[in-house]
């Protein structure tokens, strides 16, 4: 009867999240082994100045180093001075915040349960598809190039494309000068995969968590790894965990720290690296005072283009341990299966046993 309810509330556009409920509806429960303590410590995750990389070849390198240790030790880390003003940061945010603010009739002009859709609204991951629900709302599109797409965005609020548009285009320009610099501390040189990335996809996603009335017996997003090659993360407030693999794949917070943008390594840059670095296992966790706001951009190559790892890194010691995928694989994958059960995910099915 109750998960009934809750697959009507998702027909409607109006998720049990956005309703503001007293309790956790049953379908929104992770097994008790997969639920968050609420108290993980920080992680201690390296923060990155990125004025280092426009300043002549010394502190290049050493930034490059930085980037290096910080792929091998968490896969990811925090960037400052990336050259993104905060009133565009902030305008991003407050759009995003806005569009959730909208009555629902509005979003759910956008809301499809078709991952290919280049513009998607909806909640947890596949609304009322998946048998565990996820306290998230979402809106999903594409950025890249940017006059191409802008056009199929929300017009409400009326800020929206203009706000979101500037920071899309910032932030994809960063991506093209990170995944260089990610490149060349492989030792394969800053044009191996920039260009590419350059003319490859964007996918912004802005996520909205409202406060839950039960935190700990939810989550916000389950433990996943990102498909791309480079996420990079704006966040409103705390709220994301991180597995610290060289910790017995403990849980830990991801710091909040205001103006600084978090990059993930994502699936293909494990699979470019073959295995030299991890794409980041991380979650979201809820809190029952606040909404919290997070806006991640998603970089790969194009489409239909596979990722595979670099010849130069595989050799007899290091065999070529995943197979070629594309971002379509990726969304071909992600209707098929329910990943929201931590049981498959995708990077395990590339992987060369
Ligand atoms: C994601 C994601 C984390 C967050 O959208 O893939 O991991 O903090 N988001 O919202
Ligand atoms: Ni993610």
Not at 232 to 258: A, H, N, R, T
Request: with cysteine.
């Amino acid at each position: 009867m109750e998960i009934d309810m809750c697959f009507q509330c998702f027909n409607t556009g109006q998720s049990a999240q956005e309703k503001g409920p007293t309790h956790v509806p049953k379908c929104y429960e992770v097994p008790s082994s997969e639920r968050p303590s609420l108290s993980s410590p920080e992680a201690q995750i390296p923060v990155v100045d990125l004025a280092g990389l426009r300043m002549g070849p010394t502190h290049r390198l050493a930034v490059i180093e930085s980037i290096g240790q910080a792929c091998k030790r968490f896969g990811c880390y925090h960037v400052v001075n990336h050259g993104i003003d905060q009133s565009i940061l902030d305008k991003a945010l407050g759009a995003a915040d806005e569009f959730f603010h909208l009555p629902a009739d509005e979003k759910l002009k956008f809301m499809s349960k078709d991952v290919h859709k280049p513009v998607r609204y909806g909640t947890s991951l596949k609304d009322g598809v998946d048998k565990i629900q996820f306290w998230r709302v979402f809106l999903k599109h594409y950025a890249n190039p940017l006059n191409d797409w802008v056009q199929s965005w929300p017009e409400n609020p009326p800020a929206y494309r203009g706000d979101m548009g500037a920071y899309s285009s910032k932030v994809q320009k960063l991506a093209v000068e990170l995944a260089g610099a990610t490149t060349e501390s492989l030792g394969l040189g800053s044009k191996y995969l920039s260009e590419k990335m350059e003319e490859g996809m964007q996918v912004i996603t802005t996520n909205c968590y409202p406060p839950c009335p039960q935190p700990r017996l939810t989550l916000g997003l389950p433990p996943h790894s990102d498909y791309s090659c480079l996420t990079i993360l704006l966040q409103s407030s705390p709220g994301l965990e991180v597995m610290d693999m060289q910790d017995g794949g403990s849980w830990k917070l991801v710091p909040y720290i205001s103006g600084a943008l978090l990059v993930h390594i994502g699936d293909h840059f494990e699979v470019l690296s073959n295995g030299l670095y991890k794409s980041v296992v991380h979650r979201a966790v809820l809190n029952s005072q606040n909404t919290r706001i997070s806006i991640a951009s998603f970089h790969s190559k194009g489409l239909l283009e596979k990722m595979e790892p670099a010849l130069e890194l595989v050799d007899a010691n290091h065999p070529k341990a995943y197979k070629g995928s594309s971002f379509k694989d990726f969304l071909d994958f992600l209707s098929a299966n329910d990943v929201g059960q931590g049981k498959i995910c995708f990077l395990d099915t590339l992987k060369i046993k």
